[in-house]
């Protein structure tokens, strides 16, 4: 093939198409180790990163590919990773340091069925909560939550464009369905394309001394890519705005409050969700993930039998958009929401947190297994009356 | 503040932090010494300092990275590794170091440090084997020598502990060399090779900890005098004879050098070159 996909329309696998939408955003560096049902990610960056100029490595495990993805953004590269569940666990750890070190990187998670090991083969919801909080200490991230292929490709690309202004972790939750999938996927005209770069310090290299790597002046310190003469130092460890270690309280509050300020601040600008006949709705119905083409057949059946329903999609579980779930809540219109995911109870607790007034229910499913519609529809008709 | 060094550290200041001076280690480690050397490396290595990154992992050793004038990362336990090939890999101009402990690399880290020198990548891993976890307060660890009392160990430590250059050379190093911190001269030749050679360079670099010698009872000046003087420079000696045994003369040089195998870097940017062109 050679160069970047050109645009057009293309009949791609999900994985696959995610893995071209990283080349277009501009990932030049590619680490990772083989995971059902993530590995063609890696098997087509394995034969397409050289064709563009990147770099392409199988780590010995996921903590090394996190981590040499980590030292490539450290050197200015847009780097990633996939992987899955399992993956993501091992990962944790780097994901804390990457939010730390104000590290962008892009870590896509093709979520299988868990706990453990579970069924690598089926696809599963359950990395929510692990998403979020799955490395120690207080940090903030944005983890988007494709429905379908095309939306693999586009929340990729954004994820890079996030990552880059943030300079953060940013992870792409899909799953097995939306994976392996093939589907159609429209590839944007580059002028269409807006990609974002990491901003760059104004002082020049000389001057290095005078160069804050976490100039708490600004939400986003500007980056300094290593061999650029500014001889910066980064550390995990608790660091003032030189990046050297200090352990005190004022330099504790200033680097932290920053770390999550960087996205609570933003967002509203950064969250994003999906919502089909709320106008007059008396019930939400919240799905999101490949789940979503059940929920929205189940709701054009219980409309057409004048169930009074909607849909309330997040397309980003991290930041998630509570004011929008809040508004509807206070509107005092809506009696119930009713959260159907491929887990225990990891969306229902984040929709529990914003409502105050209207029941909140949850419908599990087990993990592995898509909810027909008709099971959707089911349950819609017993909790909701005409 | 910064701290105003001896004239005699005068080529070597420009190359450190001074200004995080006085470093986090105990009187008489050994540290401070490879941190001199090293900087006296980078600067006779003719490599201009803003083309020297450092990575460092967790640990005393681990602090190294934070008092260098050079690009320096100090990322999480036993990650240095693979953090450096990214760098590597990403501007492979660059003269990417790794500076760590023995638990940092060889136990936390273990597996990144067989598969790099697997891959040989073009990257120089200086591991300093104190023997012990000191930071965390005197542990037994993969390096401890067999029979030593930590606070793990305290009925006398029952593992084997690696014999690092053997491990390394198994796993593929294209350069593998054992000094102590008070064999500078040595020291700094290594780590200058360590810089020429295309591919994977370890040099293990026997340090006192005071630690190690307080939870075995011994002087830190004795543990000074074995490693300065009950030790035998032999370069061509067989790996298996550098296991470290208490009582034992401690057996230093330059074991190994194989420069018949092209670097990971080497050979991924070949493919780039190809895939590019085709």
Known sequence: ?386 | MVAKLPPVYKDIEPLLRTERFPTIWCPACGIGLLLKTFAKAIVESGIPPEKHVVVSGIGCTGRIAGYLRVDSYHVTHGRAIPFAIGIKLAKPELEVSVISGDGDICSIGGNHFIHAARRNHDINVIVVNNFIYGMTGGQMGATTPKGARTMTSPYGNIEEPFNIPLLAYAAGASFVARWTVFHDKQLLEAILKAFEIKGFSVIEVLSPCAIYADRNNMDMLQLIRILRTNTRVKHDASLEELRIEPGKPIILGNFVERRDRPSFEELIYGIIKKCKRG
């Open chain 1, 1 to 386: 093939m050679g160069g970047l996909l050109k645009p057009g329309v293309y009949f791609m696998e999900g994985n696959e198409a995610c893995a071209e939408a990283a080349l277009l955003a501009g990932c030049r560096f590619y680490a990772g180790y083989p995971i059902t049902p993530s590995s063609e990610v890696m098997h087509h960056m394995a034969r397409r990163m050289p064709e563009v100029g990147g770099i392409f490595i199988q780590a010995e495990d996921e903590i090394a590919s996190i981590m040499a993805a980590l030292g490539a953004s450290a050197a200015g590269l847009k780097a990633m990773t996939a992987t899955s569940g399992p993956g993501l666990s091992l990962m944790q750890e780097s994901i804390g340091l990457a939010a730390m070190l104000e590290l962008p990187v892009v870590i896509v998670d093709i979520q299988r069925a868990g706990p453990s090991t579970g069924i690598p083969t089926l696809m599963g919801q359950g990395d929510i909560m692990q998403s979020k909080w799955g490395s120690h200490g207080d940090y903030e991230l944005v983890a988007y939550l494709p429905s379908n292929p095309q939306e693999l490709f586009d929340m990729t690309i954004e994820a890079f464009n996030t990552a880059e202004e943030y300079r953060i972790p940013v992870i792409v939750l899909a799953d097995k369905i939306i994976g392996q999938m093939y589907g159609r996927i429209r590839v944007p005209d580059p002028s269409e394309l807006k990609l974002v770069e990491r901003k760059r310090p104004t002082i020049p290299p000389e001057k290095f001394m005078e160069y804050l790597p976490f100039d708490s002046r600004e939400l986003v310190p500007p980056f300094a890519a290593a061999g650029e003469g500014y001889r910066l130092h980064m550390t995990g460890l608790m660091h003032d705005e030189r990046g050297y270690p200090n352990l005190s309280k004022e330099a504790s509050w200033r680097l932290v409050t920053r770390l999550v300020r960087k996205i609570r601040e933003n967002a509203k600008k950064i969250a994003q969700w999906d919502e089909i006949a709320l106008d007059d709705a008396k019930y939400v119905l919240v799905a999101f993930g490949s789940v979503t083409g059940s929920a929205k057949y189940a709701l054009r059946a219980a409309r057409s039998k004048g169930i009074k329903i909607g849909l309330f999609r997040p397309k980003t579980a991290w930041p998630f958009p509570g004011w929008r779930i809040e508004e509807l809540d206070k509107s005092g219109e809506i009696e119930k929401f009713i959260v159907i995911e491929v887990n225990m109870g990891q969306m229902y607790h984040v929709i529990r947190e914003y409502v105050k007034n209207a029941e909140v229910i949850h419908i599990p499913y087990a993990p592995g297994y898509l909810p027909e519609p008709s099971f959707i529809l089911e349950n819609i008709e017993k909790l909701c009356t005409r």
